[in-house]
T-cell receptor
Framework: DVKVTQSSRYLVKRTGEKVFLECVQDMDHENMFWYRQDPGLGLRLIYFSYDVKMKEKGDIPEGYSVSREKKERFSLILESASTNQTSMYLC????????????FGPGTRLTVL | AQKITQTQPGMFVQEKEAVTLDCTYDTSDPSYGLFWYKQPSSGEMIFLIYQGSYDQQNATEGRYSLNFQKARKSANLVISASQLGDSAMYFCAMREGVTGGGNKLTFGTGTQLKVEL
């Protein structure tokens, strides 16, 4: 079974803090993704990576950065957290071939006070 | 314009009945894929079913089937014999093209399904 894990299920941070969200997959997938999910807006892609040290902006990259130093790990970084970044964050991974579906982690619910 | 539209924010269905969740999409790319995911209250996204734009037959996976009407650009999910465990949020998603982009998906806003006794 594919397993995608995220470092925390719930996280509370203060405005201005630097926040790291970690995602690890154990299936040697080339592609990894970060989404945020907000009520009424569905899932929106923040960043994705199709190889180590490669990254591409998604639909809403502002205020976020990412790091992929190892194939299995993809980190989302909030350089200076703001209250409008309070959300559910979902990590996903997939094979490089486009016909393959994405597999998701359990999500991290981040609250910025 | 929305690429994926789910017009039903919420749906109710009686246990053992069938239910259809609507999804329409917008793309000019001749090659695309359509996905349905289920998200229970626990939060994890679970892949249900996939339909490729060139697939001749509608996709089926157990109690799930995808009613693919290419000319109408619709990809409705049909759940047969609903069970209480089917209560969840359901998302329709689309992947456009076959090159580059790392298999990006665009998601709809979701439909909350509640199965009642």
């Amino acid at each position: 079974d594919v397993k995608v894990t995220q470092s925390s299920r719930y996280l509370v941070k203060r405005t201005g803090e630097k926040v790291f969200l970690e995602c690890v997959q154990d299936m040697d997938h080339e592609n990894m993704f970060w989404y945020r999910q907000d009520p009424g807006l569905g899932l929106r892609l923040i960043y994705f990576s199709y190889d180590v040290k490669m990254k591409e902006k998604g639909d809403i990259p502002e205020g976020y950065s990412v790091s992929r130093e190892k194939k299995e790990r993809f980190s989302l970084i909030l350089e200076s957290a703001s209250t409008n970044q309070t959300s559910m964050y979902l990590c996903a991974s997939s094979r490089r071939l486009v016909l393959h579906t994405q597999y998701f982690g359990p999500g991290t619910r981040l609250t910025v006070l | 314009a929305q690429k994926i539209t789910q017009t039903q924010p919420g749906m109710f269905v009686q246990e053992k009945e069938a239910v259809t969740l609507d999804c329409t999409y917008d793309t000019s790319d001749p090659s695309y894929g359509l996905f349905w995911y289920k998200q229970p209250s626990s939060g994890e996204m679970i892949f249900l079913i996939y339909q490729g734009s060139y697939d001749q037959q509608n996709a089926t996976e157990g109690r799930y089937s995808l009613n693919f009407q290419k000319a109408r650009k619709s990809a409705n999910l049909v759940i047969s014999a609903s069970q209480l465990g089917d209560s969840a949020m359901y998302f329709c998603a689309m992947r456009e093209g076959v090159t580059g982009g790392g298999n990006k998906l665009t998601f709809g806003t979701g439909t909350q399904l509640k199965v009642e006794l």
